[in-house]
């Protein structure tokens, strides 16, 4: 069984720092793309940033490039998010979610999501 | 970036009531388009994939369908435990934009 655990949220002052855990199990890690999606209170979901299965490629949403980093221990099956710079509207409950791709040269989806961790930016 | 459109936002069905979601792209994104359903204080289920794949294990009153810039879910018979929001996403290009969702009611 797929399970995505997330951890690391929390209060946070604007202008600080956190970072989000995501340990995977029942599948082989290492062979899948990642991907984080976020969801503000009350509000839509919002697609965060991705990684590749080697780790060697990242993307990030426009609202977070240079202040969010993308990591992953294939080793340790753990994915990760540093985000640094908090906002108060970063305030969301964040996913740690897994991309399959059906077919090389096909697009990667969203076929697994984690319960969520909340992280709040407020003074 | 690519912008997703849904309509309606809100719908209201009776149960056994044939409910159809419209999701539009600011521009082509072949059939790469994905729908996801999410309950209250859960997180999104993936139900359709390539515009009209049925994941497994999805109940086969869920449908999806369009290529292009249009494309519709469908659910042929409302039951109670389809109460969710549903959400379209293109995945052609970085970033990944979802739809702003449309919440679907009992009545």
């Known amino acids: 069984e797929v399970q995505l655990v997330e951890s690391g949220g929390g209060l946070v002052q604007p202008g600080g720092s956190l970072r989000l855990s995501c340990a995977a199990s029942?599948?082989?890690?290492?062979?899948?793309?990642m991907s984080w999606v976020r969801q503000a209170p009350g509000k839509g979901l919002e697609w965060v940033s991705y990684?590749?299965?080697?780790?060697?490629?990242?993307y990030y949403a426009d609202s977070v490039k240079g202040r969010f980093t993308i990591s992953r221990d294939n080793a340790k099956n753990s994915l990760h998010l540093q985000m640094s710079g908090l906002r108060a509207d970063d305030t969301a409950v964040y996913y740690c979610?897994?991309?399959?791709?059906?077919?090389?040269?096909?697009?990667?989806?969203?076929?697994?999501w984690g319960q969520g961790t909340l992280v709040t930016v407020s003074s | 970036d690519i912008q997703m459109t849904q309509s309606p936002s809100t719908l209201s069905a009776s149960v056994g009531d044939r409910v159809t979601i419209t999701c539009r792209a600011s521009?082509?994104?072949?059939?790469?388009l994905a729908w996801y359903q999410q309950k209250p204080g859960k997180a999104p289920k993936l139900l359709i994939y390539?515009?009209?794949s049925l994941q497994s294990g999805v109940p086969s009153r869920f449908s999806g369908s369009g290529s292009g810039t249009e494309f519709t879910l469908t659910i042929t018979s409302l039951q109670p435990d389809d109460l969710a929001t549903y959400y379209c996403?293109?995945?052609?290009?970085?970033?990944?934009?979802f739809g702003p969702g449309t919440k679907v009611d009992i009545k």
């Open positions: 390539k515009a009209s």
């Open positions: 521009q082509s994104i072949s059939s790469w």
């Open positions: 996403q293109q995945y052609k290009s970085y970033s990944f934009t």
């Open positions: 979610a897994r991309d399959l791709r059906i077919a090389s040269g096909e697009p990667s989806f969203t076929d697994y």
């Open positions: 990684i590749s299965n080697n780790g060697r490629t990242m």
């Open positions: 029942g599948f082989t890690f290492s062979s899948y793309e």
